[in-house]
């Protein structure tokens, strides 16, 4: 019976190792540089990734940039200042329902609010602020539990010395539980990349022709391509792709949003072995 | 310190604490947005010509038919609760079981490193499981089923499986942890052998747990888009069998967003769809929420 219920564990975990494997088999004719550095072509049956691959990091980056402040911040409030309220209370269940809100529900509210109410247009812009409020509640989660490892006695000694509650947390509760803050913040990578819905009504479009290998491709107010969507368009909407193509392209997404959750997990295991206290 | 610059020290203090309390409450403020902006782009049409008799009781989903224009979004209901009940059917079983085992059994080492694989499996994009379901898990289950060519439900629900069981593991252990060893101790000293003393005793105390999870997983699979898109075969029908294809509420509104003209009744009804959805995982998420909550309180 031990052993059913490890078969039954290990039932859920092979999968994913053999996906892997599988997918990077199917995918290894393309895997080069020049894959990464090319645009689709011939109607995206031919070339490489490098327009969806902008588009992913300027969304990536853009909508960190969004998230990253308020998260944290809301995590400060939180943990340091909110007392035992119903205003806290509030914002805890309100966190948790952001969580889980439809992905497809989000692009509904960034096409209503960002695209159409603020009026930016289909844009990198919009896309970002949408994908930034769908990873919010990750920042603010982990961030919660870096400052809440943070024993009470550091603030104590803080505030004794006369400091503020705002110097306290800066001086002291932020700078240790730093390393807790930025696996979230690799968290939130990792998910926003990997998103397809919510921003493929809000500034992600099929295919956008832009300079290869040129960084600055994009502008804040154009639409630009997303791996996430060029793989669903490759395998879904485009009949005849090349498999190696679209098996690049999902080992690419895959490749990036795992690599970034072991960097976070790494991160993890090091704190904990490293605690000085 | 000379009381300007202290005056200057007192503001920024309390500027810096107005910001931090705004981030606070915007969490707050995002989910009244999401309600409010989804609920004000379908509103229109949600007082003026919808019928929600139809909406909820007919099958005939004919969004753009030239002659006469029918909403009735019952098929796809339907499709949404089939696929979810049968990822259920497959993950709680594996996922509680999992559970069981990682609180129970596992030694601490191997348990590290399952934990680790189970947060990946959670990481993996859902338009790659999407992707996996077309072309890999498909021509798995058409061969050993012998089903007809083509997507179906059972594809679609072993996805959704995969993708809501790191939820339903990782908050199951939560909640068997959260019994105390003392019930384990009182059950074992009282002669019963480690299976009686996991399904009488353990099993029973965090059903509270177990079954947040549970709803949690459930809120996963009705909110999941791009993976029912792709892989459970998207025909309007209620499936007889699971070897049939069906089409789910999420992936309506993804494949008709992008036709549907601004504006047009046919945008607002797929946004009458999306207050839907936000209703069902609200209420899933708050029960979810209140149920642990209830137990944290309980010494």
């Known amino acids: 019976m031990k052993y059913l219920l490890l078969t039954m564990t290990l ?36 070339g490489g990734i490098w327009a969806p691959l902008l588009g992913t990091i300027y969304l990536v980056l853009l909508s960190l940039l969004i998230a990253m402040p308020v998260g944290v911040f809301a995590a400060v409030y939180l943990n340091e200042y909110a007392g035992n309220s119903w205003m806290t209370r509030a914002v805890n269940l309100a966190v948790v329902n952001l969580a889980g809100v439809p992905s497809i529900v989000h692009a509904l509210f960034g ?25 919010l509640p990750v ?31 800066r001086h002291v509760v932020l700078p240790n539980s730093i390393s807790g803050i930025l696996t979230g913040i690799i968290l939130q990578v990792s998910r926003a990349a990997g998103e397809t819905a919510p921003v493929m009504f809000t500034g992600v ?50 490749g990036v949003v795992l690599l970034f959750n072991a960097l976070a997990i790494l991160i993890r295991i090091k704190l904990r072995s490293r605690k000085k206290w | 310190m000379k009381p300007q610059r202290q005056a200057l020290e007192s ?40 019928k929600a008799g139809e909406f909820f009781t007919s099958i005939e989903w004919y969004p753009t038919s030239r002659t006469h224009v029918r909403y009735g979004a019952l098929a796809l209901i339907v499709g949404t609760f089939s696929v979810s009940l049968l990822a259920m059917v497959i993950a709680v079983p594996f996922g509680i079981g ?119 997983g459930v809120g996963r699979a009705v909110g999941e888009t791009m993976a029912v898109l792709m892989a459970t075969g998207h025909s309007i029908r209620i499936p007889h069998s699971v070897l049939e294809p069906v089409r789910t509420l ?31 995982t609200f209420v899933i998420n708050i029960t979810a929420d209140l149920i642990v909550r209830g137990i944290r309180k309980e010494p």
């Not at chain 1, 870096?146 to 509650?165: D, I, M, Y």
Request: glycine share 6%.
């Open chain 2, 98 to 216: 999992a559970a069981i085992f990682l609180s129970e059994f596992c030694p601490p080492r191997l348990k590290e490193t399952l934990k680790i694989v189970i947060e990946l499996l959670a990481a993996i994009p859902s338009v790659v499981w999407g992707f996996i379901g077309l072309t890999i898990m498909n021509s798995m289950l058409v061969r050993l089923f012998n089903a007809p060519l083509g997507l179906n439900m059972l594809n679609g629900a072993i996805i959704l499986a995969l993708m809501s069981v790191p939820i339903i593991v990782s908050i199951g252990e939560d909640a068997l942890k959260a019994v105390p060893d003392s019930y384990r101790e009182a059950s074992l000293a009282l002669g019963c052998t480690r299976w009686q003393m996991i399904f009488r005793v353990l099993l029973p105390a965090a059903r509270n747990g177990l079954l947040a999870a549970v709803l949690l």
């Open chain 2, 250 to 280: 999420t992936a309506t509104i993804a494949a008709e967003l992008g036709e549907a003209p601004v504006h047009s009744d046919h945008y607002q009804v797929l946004f009458i769809i999306g207050i839907l959805l936000f209703t069902i």
């Open chain 1, 205 to 254: 479009v099929f295919f956008k022709a832009i300079t290869p290998g040129d960084p600055f491709a994009y502008g804040l107010l154009d639409q630009c391509m997303a791996l996430s969507m060029h793989l669903f368009t490759v395998s879904t909407q485009v009949p005849d792709v090349p498999e190696p193509l679209t098996y690049g392209t999902a080992v690419v997404l895959l």
């Open chain 2, 11 to 50: 503001l920024k203090e309390w500027v810096i604490e107005r910001f931090i309390w705004l981030c606070g409450v915007s969490a707050v403020l995002f989910v009244f947005g999401i309600f409010i902006f989804v609920f004000r782009e379908g509103a229109d049409y949600l007082f003026r010509g919808f």
């Open chain 1, 11 to 46: 039932l859920i975990v092979l999968p994913l190792i053999l996906i892997v494997f599988y997918l990077f088999y199917k995918a290894a004719p393309v895997l080069s540089l020049d894959f990464l550095l090319e645009n689709p072509i011939h109607g995206m049956r031919a």
């Open chain 1, 111 to 135: 096409l209503g609010a960002f695209v159409l109410f603020a009026g930016i247009g289909r844009s990198i812009l919009a896309a970002s602020l949408t994908l930034a409020i769908m990873t």
């Open chain 1, 139 to 169: 920042i603010i989660a982990s961030t919660k539990e870096a400052l809440a490892a943070v024993p009470l006695s550091f603030r104590e000694a803080c505030w004794n010395v006369g400091a503020t509650r705002w110097q306290t947390i």
